[in-house]
């Protein structure tokens, strides 16, 4: 093989001329990109997503919000492969009416965050491709949050980052909201307002590195009252 | 054929064929490829209604296969549909939605499918399908009008596609025109709403028509005749008689390095 036709790749031209057919093969999943942020606080629990829908390079939508009121005091936030999070969503709001009308009650967060877990193994052979988080209000009225795996492990925790800027974010919030490595610590407890600022600040970080993550922020505030939003614009690149 | 109990009726039998053994058949094969294919599909809202597009050709490969295919179809007087991807795979749906369409024709209750509730069937179909491994590769656009919260009539144009990925939005291409033809749109929708202005259904015409004539000139696969489809948002869907674009090829003899 002549080295002037060969690339640093180590390929050659007419070696991909002689390939042959290209063959599609099918693929179940893609990945739809998207983050999820939540914090949980007392008396109050955040959570945020991004609205853009991509594939590859492409951006599908650039007003798409991945969080979902599942009753009065809890948000579920799905990213990952569209196509799952909507089926799986659809799902979950079934079952909740099923649990709503047998026990003439709401689920409390952490009956759906068991009930998620349950619903997510039970694909653990072809697994829902998505980044669940689950954030809501406690019977004693504390924030509370769940994530999840995608094949149904449930750990809670006081704030989370998934999806696709999750491990740029995650490390963010350690030290921010969990204050870890840091010399001086506050004394007073988290508020509702400076939580807000810190999701933001991490999402304005986020869509300058993580081209899944962009366009703007959806931020469901659950508190005693209800359920209240509030929308940021982002990078619109 | 003789056998020991004398003469064979078979070649009379009226029994039912035997399929062939599992074994004598082999693996079961399912679309792993699609075989004729339809390219891009365009879809935007403008003030008042959609416009879709699609060109009439279905490639076999790089064969212009056949030339005179339509790829949008009228469901009913307010909803349409349009389809990239395998033909057949769109035959196919085509043929379980007329249906729905005639049942639903046939209540004579004055309702009727609904872009966003045929959108969501489709959803569920090809999001099934995907899971059997067998998929429908098709993406498709609904358009049509929707009810917001006020119960007021708006726009609706959808998106799903071969996994079940749905989505609506304003400006939707599919395929080589989610990368030449969504920026040329979004460009002239903003230019014309920054300030406070409208895209009129005339706006949105010309628009879809610059992006089929780009499509028609850089996408391989793409043809020079093609279909719009008008559905205003108050009043009757319609389909446009298909145009041609009218290339231009004045500064072809100028491009080099391709002898």
Sequence with gaps: ????????????????????????????YTDNGGSIVAVAGKGFALIASDTRLSTGYSILTRDQPKLYDLNSNTVLGCSGCWCDV??????????????????????????VAQ?????????????????????????????????????????????????????????????QIGLLNMEIKPTEPLTLERAKG??????????????????????????????TQESMKLRHD | MANAQGPSFERFSTSIPTM?????????????????????????????????????????GSLLRYRD?????????NTVIACMGDYADFQYLLSIIEQKAITEDCMDDGFNITARSLHSWLTRVLYNKRCKFDPLWTTFLVAGSDMDDDGQKTEFLGYVDKLGTAYKDGIIATGYGSMLATPLMREAVEAKTKDGGQL???????????????LYYRDARAHFRYEIAVIPTTGSARIEAPVEVKGDWQVAHLIRGYE
């Design chain 1, 1 to 28: 093989m002549a080295m002037s036709l060969m690339r640093p790749g180590g390929f050659s031209y007419s070696e991909l001329a002689n390939a042959g057919p290209v063959q599609h093969h099918f693929s179940p």
């Design chain 2, 69 to 77: 295919c339509t790829r949008l179809h009228k469901v009913n007087d």
């Design chain 1, 198 to 227: 810190i999701i933001k600040d991490v999402f304005i970080s986020a869509a300058e590195r993580d081209i899944y993550t962009g366009d703007g922020i959806l931020l469901k505030i659950i508190t005693k009252d209800g359920i």
């Design chain 1, 115 to 175: 009930m998620l877990a349950t619903i997510l193994y039970s694909r653990r052979f072809f697994p829902y491709y998505v980044s669940n988080v689950v954030a809501g209000l406690d019977a004693n009225g504390q924030g509370v949050v769940y994530s999840y795996d995608p094949v149904g492990h449930c750990d809670q925790n006081l704030f989370h980052a998934g999806g696709s800027s999750g491990a740029l974010l995650q490390p963010l919030l350690d030290n």
């Design chain 2, 200 to 214: 009129t259904e005339q706006d949105a015409i010309n628009v879809i028509n610059d992006c089929m004539k780009i």
């Design chain 2, 20 to 60: 062939p053994s599992a074994a004598a058949l082999g693996p079961m094969k399912r679309t792993q490829t699609p075989v004729s294919t339809g390219t891009s599909v365009l879809g935007l809202r403008y003030d008042g209604g959609i416009v879709l597009a699609a060109d009439t050709l279905a490639s076999y």
């Design chain 1, 86 to 111: 909507l089926s799986e969503t659809r799902l979950i709001e079934a079952r909740m009416k099923l649990y709503k009308h047998e026990h003439q009650k709401e689920m409390s967060p952490g009956a």
